[in-house]
Structure formats: C-alpha cells, structure tokens
C-alpha cells in the first residue's frame, strides 16, 4: 500500500500547500510581477483548451512517485487544471517539443537530463524533489534541514554521541540532510567524525544493506545512526540483525520518510513523516500560480516534516508525533470541547500537513463529527455507539492515513478529552468511555484489515490484467495489439498509439492504432500528428479535457530503438502505477512486441532475399555445369567437347553424364574429348572416360581422346581404355572423321 490517502475519497481543501504568503486568496490573485521566465505560453490555435500542467517524471511507480503524481493531479483538479504525465526525463521525452501545444506550465520531477531546452522554450517550469546546479529554477523540496535536526537531537536526547549519518550522496535531498547532521552535531558542540558518514549505492534497502559492512565497524563506539531513506535504514536494520546487533538496546536507528513499512517493521522505525501527496500538491500550486503571471517565491517552497518516535530509536511509547497529554481541550462548554476534539483529531491524521484555520475538520474527514457525537453520547450515557457506523468512519480516516498508531492516537484523544475539561468520571462512566474506546479500536483495526484485505484484492486484479495484457501484447497479432483492443481488460477509457514517422528525427508522429471505451473520437490510423499537438486535444475524451483523468504518455522504446508514444487516459492509471509498476510494464511489452514484429519482418525480408540467391545461384551453377563440359555439334554426327583445366572425379562424372545425354539428343556417332587445356588426368578420371566411352558405344558412338600428351598418357598406362582411340591434335580429327561425318549425314537425310 502506498503512503498517505488511498484513492480520493476525501476531498482536500485548496488552500493546501499554497505559496507562502498567498493564504486565503482566490485562484488567479496577483502577489507580485511576473517575471521572464513567468510568460505564460500563447494559446493554442483553434478551439480553446484547458489550461494543462505537464509533469515529467522518469519513474511512476514506487512510495514517491505514485503518491507525488497524486498529490499534482488532485490540486489541479480542484483548480480545474488538466494534468498530462510525461514518463521519462526531458531529454528523452523531448520536452518541451512533445505535448508543446498542450501545456501550460511543466513540473520537472528529480531528473534534469535536457531541463536547458526546457529553460529555453520559455514556458514556466519548476523542479520538485531536487534543484538542478546549473539552473536557476523554483523548486519544491521538503524540508530537509528542519526534519534531520529533530532527528539528531532526538538521539543527543536518548543520550547519543557518536551519530552516524548513512546515505546515498547521489541524491540532491541526501545531500541536503547529511550536511543538516553536520550542522546539528556543531550545535549540541559534537565534534564530526568524517568516518562516521557512510556512502550508500542507492536510496533502496539494498543500499542500506550494502554499508551494513562499513557502520557495522564503526560498533561498539558508535551507538546511533540517521538514515537519508527508510529503506535504507531497514535494510540496514535486516543486515545488523543477521549479525546479531539489537536495534534499539546495542544500536538506535531513525530513518527519513515514513514508508508504510516503517510502522510494522520490528522494531517499528522512528522517523521523519512527510506526505509525499503534499508535495505534490505544493508543486501544483506552485507552477499554476506561475501560469497565472505571478512571481514565484525567492527560495521556492518547502514542505514540512515531523518526527515520528516509535521504537528503533529507543522510545518506549506506542507512537508519539504530538503532545496528547496536553493537546484535549479546555472549552467551557461541550459542544466547543466536541468542536475543537474533532479539529485536533484530524490534525493527527493529517501530520505533517496543518489543517488551515478556516478548513472545518468535515471538509478532511466528513465522518468525525459524527464520531465525536458518539464519544459524547457514550460519556453521557444517553446512546450506545452503532460499531457498523464507526467503523464507516474510520474507513474514511484510514483514506486518509494508513498508519495505525496515528489512528490509534486518535482514540486517545478522545480518552483524554474528561479529565482536560475538568469533569471526572464516576465508576458507571469510565466504563461506558472504556467500552467505547474499546470499540473504536476495533474498529480501527477492522478498517485498516479491510484497507490491506482491498488492497490484496486491487493487487490480484492488477496480476490477472498484466497477464492479459501480457497475452495479448506477447502472443496477439500486429493488428491486435497495434490497435489496442488490449486495452479493454483495463480500466483505460481511451489511448492511442503513435508511431516515429523518421525515428532517426523524431519530429513526427503516425497513429498505428487508437481505442475509445466511452465513444470518443480517435485519430484515424496512418494520420499524421506533429510532436507538439500530440495526443491530439480535440480527440481527448471529456473526461481528460475537464481534468478527471489525467494523460499519460508513455514512450515506447525497446533495446535497438525508440518506437513511439502512447497516450492513455483512465480513472486509475496513477494508482496502478505504484510498486508494481503496471503501466510502465504495459510499454515495455509493447516495445517488445514491435521488436519481434521487426525482427519476423526483417527475417521474412531475409528469408526472401536468400530465396532470390538461392535461384541464381542455381542458374549460375547450371550455366557453369555447361561451361564445364561444353557440347559443340562439330560436324553432321560429330560432337566436340572442349575440357580445359583440372578434371577431378566430379568434373569426369558430369562429363560422362553430359556426353551420353547429347550423343541421344544429336544421335551422334563420333565424340572427340578435347584434352589439349588439361593439365593431368589421374588413374581415377581416366577411368571415369574410359566408363563414358563405353557408354557411347552402347548409344552406336564412338569417343575420341584428342590432345593426349605425353603426361596425359602417362596416367593412362594402366587404365583399360577398351579401345578408346586417340588423337594427337583436333586438325588430326577433323581429317580423319570429315568424310565420315559427311557419309554418316548423307545416310540420315537417305533414310528420310
């Protein structure tokens, strides 16, 4: 499950994540000049179209990226703003010329391969995540100091002195909280151990997993470490328990983030907590504010972070982030007290994002008045709590949080609300308060198992669709998968695939094949589109255009080349874009279905190529079988076969075959074997002729050896020729057998 709010049940207020010094005003409100880099883009030619935001991201899937293109997607949609997703980094995805027409103002997540043509084309753009060295850009980034701080002296707290800081450098905001741990330790007058700060090779458990070797020789001296990511601490945490280190009694550990798997590891992870939707929504905010001509805050934005005790870090507690003991109201009466109970219990649920002052607490969680009616009935005595409604309305909290011990906060919250006002209880009440607080933990807990058991439930789902899609994509024809009938085992409502017209430029899109769920149009296959109208807008459905779903555009590439785009707008392409990476799977078997259709093509333009050669290759080997034994009707009756270079056993078999079939063929009665062009004739070859002579005189012909020398015959010594007869010279022929030949023509033409 991915951090944060699960789906958009619960509607945020817009004020959220708003720009310093903005609270409170109306979309579009001027706070200062804008400046050049501010221009908004002129509008598209023809029909008007929304107002577009373009995200380039490299990643859609994982805790960060999924819940960051939420975050984006829900604040534009408040703000009636469409949101097109570019997977890949501007370079690859040719920003700003892919989609140019249709955007408004970019947001550039971490990666800033190609941002220079992006700052060129003059369109407002922003960064989230990271800030690039060598352009001056505003950036939405968390607050990295303040969140490493509260953790350093947490541990310096806990008593620790040599702290440990590990962390993959190669990441800007690491980066940034490894020089916070600097800071912090020459606050509390800590003196910095260089060795104590350890390198990691990614931001994953991996990485942790790997500098396991390199802190682990750091103990017993060492007794604490921070993490730039959880994922790096619990990998590390795997690693020192499989060397036998206890965490938190032989080592404390705090990591950065607060994934989901920070609460159920063992020990759970103390941590800094921050929403990764809150960026998201900060970033929206940011970048249409810019869209709307207006300056762009000097420092960018920085979203806020809370610390997270659990027990890695050596806390006894079940979960702290806010004082509860002194957080229950005061208010005289019990209605404010109920009124201010509900606006604390949703600012739990909310850490670290705060609840604007003018947000009523319904407009987060629409169910928790009705909870904190209940919690009075049960103090009151006057109503049992229905368990089936609160459990409905923890289901709504858990949209909002899926952390249990920030939703098992809440319970003491309400707990804690008699002995705040003043009002002990009597015996008969504290047991009422009891059962209801009993119940509303049971609630909670069969919230969050209906949110894992539908979260089991989404994750069958996306198996049995990426085995369709596989099916489909890896065994369906060309047609099949080009025109992306695929796509109806989906929740897609609409794609279209485009192919590079010239994928050496890349400057031109062709439509291999589109599908439609709802009825809207699509470009017609083989229509051409320019990269900067692609997807065509007035082919979006309206469920795109009014900004309800947002636009992915996914390039399809393989290992020998980039194919092309495909577009694709649906009610849940973001979230089946978390872990498992659905979406990204789609175009990479996509990519690999056009390769092997290339690879067959290219094999079947080979397999007819070889097919050509083959036949002329046999014609040439005929016509040279010709010249290699010649037949030259010489005279009436009299057939010359001129044999020049080396005759092996082959060459003699062809002549012997070639001899007897034109003897039949010109009913000859004299062969003259020419000799005089052959260099030497073995025991084997001379056999061979005497075999053809006597295969002649079978057909009433007799053969003539002409031009044997004396190094022919040589190797006829020993080979019976059976009467085969010789001549020195062709000349020599000719004179002997002219007159027979004459004789033998003039008694066929008599027989006529």
């Known amino acids: 499950m991915r951090q944060g709010r699960q789906g958009s049940g619960v509607p945020l207020p817009e004020q959220w994540g708003e720009l310093p010094g903005t609270a409170g005003r109306q979309p579009g409100a001027k706070v200062g000049a804008p400046g050049p880099e501010a221009r908004p883009p002129e509008p598209a030619r023809g029909a008007a179209r929304p107002r577009t935001v373009g995200v380039i991201a490299p990643i859609l899937s994982g805790s960060f990226w999924g819940p960051v293109l939420i975050g984006i997607h829900?604040?534009?949609?408040?703000?009636?703003?469409?949101?097109?997703?570019?997977?890949?980094?501007?370079?690859?995805?040719?920003?700003?010329?892919?989609?140019?027409?249709?955007?408004?103002?970019?947001?550039?997540?971490?990666?800033?391969?190609?941002?220079?043509?992006?700052?060129?084309?003059?369109?407002?753009?922003?960064?989230?995540?990271?800030?690039?060295?060598?352009?001056?850009?505003p950036a939405v980034l968390p607050d990295n100091?303040?969140?490493?701080?509260?953790?350093?002296?947490?541990?310096?707290?806990?008593?620790?002195?040599?702290?440990?800081?590990?962390?993959?450098?190669?990441?800007?905001?690491?980066?940034?909280?490894?020089?916070?741990?600097?800071?912090?330790?020459?606050?509390?007058?800590?003196?910095?151990?260089?060795?104590?700060?350890?390198?990691?090779?990614?931001?994953?458990?991996?990485?942790?997993?790997?500098?396991?070797?390199?802190?682990?020789?750091?103990?017993?001296?060492?007794?604490?470490?921070?993490?730039?990511?959880?994922?790096?601490?619990?990998?590390?945490?795997?690693?020192?328990?499989?060397?036998?280190?206890?965490?938190?009694?032989?080592?404390?550990?705090?990591?950065?983030?607060?994934?989901?798997e920070a609460q159920s590891a063992d020990p759970p992870l103390t941590t800094i907590r921050q929403?990764?939707?809150?960026?998201?929504?900060?970033?929206?905010?940011?970048?249409?504010?810019?869209?709307?001509?207006?300056?762009?805050?000097?420092?960018?934005?920085?979203?806020?972070?809370?610390?997270?005790?659990?027990?890695?870090?050596?806390?006894?507690?079940?979960?702290?982030?806010?004082?509860?003991?002194?957080?229950?109201?005061?208010?005289?009466?019990?209605?404010?007290?109920?009124?201010?109970?509900?606006?604390?219990?949703?600012?739990?649920?909310?850490?670290?994002?705060?609840?604007?002052?003018?947000?009523?607490?319904?407009?987060?969680?629409?169910?928790?008045?009705?909870?904190?009616?209940?919690?009075?009935?049960?103090?009151?005595?006057?109503?049992?709590?229905?368990?089936?409604?609160?459990?409905?309305?923890?289901?709504?909290?858990?949209?909002?949080?899926?952390?249990?011990?920030?939703?098992?906060?809440?319970?003491?919250?309400?707990?804690q609300l008699p002995e705040r006002r003043g009002a002990p209880l009597d015996a008969a009440a504290r047991r009422r308060v009891d059962d209801f607080l009993e119940l509303t933990r049971l609630a909670i807990a069969r919230a969050r198992l209906g949110a894992e058991?539908?979260?089991?439930?989404?994750?069958?789902?996306?198996?049995?669709?990426?085995?369709?899609?596989s099916f489909a994509l890896l065994g369906g024809t060309r047609q099949e998968y080009r025109s992306l009938g695929w796509l109806e085992t989906t929740t897609v409502v609409w794609g279209c695939l485009a192919l590079w017209e010239d994928p050496a430029a890349r400057d031109g899109l062709v439509v291999a094949g589109a599908y439609s769920r709802d009825g809207s149009p699509v470009p017609p296959d083989g229509s051409r589109c320019a990269i900067e109208a692609f997807p065509p807008?007035?082919?979006?459905?309206?469920?795109?255009?009014?900004?309800?779903?947002?636009?992915?555009?996914?390039?399809?590439?393989?290992?020998?080349?980039?194919?092309?785009?495909?577009?694709?707008?649906?009610?849940?392409?973001?979230?089946?874009?978390?872990?498992?990476?659905?979406?990204?799977?789609?175009?990479?078997?996509?990519?690999?279905?056009?390769?092997?259709?290339?690879?067959?093509?290219?094999?079947?333009?080979?397999?007819?190529?070889?097919?050509?050669?083959?036949?002329?290759?046999?014609?040439?080997?005929?016509?040279?079988?010709?010249?290699?034994?010649?037949?030259?009707p010489l005279l009436p009756g009299v057939l010359l076969v001129p044999l020049i270079g080396m005759i092996d056993g082959g060459r003699a078999q062809q002549v012997l075959e070639k001899v007897t079939e034109a003897v039949s063929r010109h009913e000859a009665r004299c062969v003259l074997l020419d000799l005089t062009g052959v260099a030497f004739v073995d025991a084997q070859v001379a056999h061979l002729l005497g075999m053809t002579s006597r295969a002649a005189a079978l057909l009433g012909a007799r053969v003539y050896l002409v031009g044997v020398r004396p190094e022919i015959a040589t190797g006829l010594v020993d080979v019976d020729l059976d009467g085969l007869a010789t001549f020195s010279s062709l000349s020599a022929a000719l004179r002997e057998l002219a007159p027979a030949g004459r004789r033998a023509g003039g008694a066929r033409r008599d027989a006529r």
């Open 74 to 137: 829900e604040a534009a949609q408040q703000r009636g703003i469409r949101t097109l997703v570019l997977r890949g980094t501007p370079s690859e995805v040719r920003a700003p010329a892919l989609a140019r027409e249709q955007v408004d103002g970019w947001i550039v997540i971490i990666e800033f391969d190609g941002l220079e043509e992006l700052a060129r084309a003059g369109v407002p753009f922003i960064t989230l995540g990271a800030r690039p060295s060598d352009i001056d850009c």
């Open 145 to 260: 100091h303040g969140g490493i701080r509260s953790a350093v002296r947490h541990l310096i707290e806990h008593g620790h002195r040599r702290i440990a800081f590990v962390g993959n450098f190669a990441a800007y905001d690491v980066r940034e909280r490894r020089d916070a741990y600097k800071d912090t330790l020459a606050e509390a007058g800590i003196p910095l151990d260089p060795d104590l700060v350890i390198a990691c090779d990614n931001n994953m458990y991996s990485g942790g997993r790997g500098a396991a070797p390199a802190l682990l020789s750091k103990l017993p001296a060492c007794t604490a470490a921070v993490f730039g990511t959880d994922k790096n601490a619990l990998g590390m945490m795997s690693a020192m328990k499989a060397a036998g280190v206890r965490v938190p009694e032989d080592f404390a550990i705090v990591g950065f983030d607060d994934v989901v």
């Open 275 to 415: 929403r990764f939707e809150m960026m998201g929504r900060a970033a929206c905010d940011l970048i249409a504010s810019m869209i709307d001509g207006e300056a762009p805050p000097p420092g960018g934005v920085r979203t806020a972070n809370a610390l997270i005790q659990r027990s890695s870090c050596g806390c006894n507690v079940i979960q702290s982030f806010l004082d509860t003991d002194g957080a229950a109201p005061s208010a005289a009466s019990e209605e404010d007290a109920g009124g201010a109970l509900a606006r604390q219990m949703v600012e739990l649920l909310l850490v670290p994002q705060p609840l604007p002052p003018d947000t009523p607490p319904t407009a987060v969680w629409p169910a928790v008045a009705r909870v904190v009616d209940m919690f009075l009935a049960a103090l009151r005595g006057t109503a049992p709590a229905p368990a089936a409604e609160l459990e409905r309305a923890y289901r709504q909290a858990v949209d909002i949080t899926p952390d249990l011990g920030t939703l098992m906060a809440t319970a003491r919250l309400m707990g």
């Open 453 to 469: 058991t539908q979260h089991v439930h989404q994750l069958g789902v996306l198996a049995r669709t990426n085995h369709d899609v």
């Open 537 to 632: 807008a007035e082919m979006l459905p309206p469920s795109a255009t009014d900004g309800t779903f947002m636009v992915l555009l996914l390039p399809i590439r393989s290992a020998q080349r980039d194919w092309g785009i495909l577009a694709l707008v649906g009610p849940t392409v973001v979230a089946m874009t978390g872990d498992e990476g659905t979406v990204a799977i789609w175009g990479t078997l996509l990519g690999a279905a056009l390769e092997r259709d290339a690879l067959l093509e290219s094999l079947s333009t080979q397999h007819a190529d070889l097919q050509k050669a083959f036949a002329i290759e046999r014609a040439l080997s005929e016509t040279v079988r010709e010249l290699g034994c010649p037949i030259i």
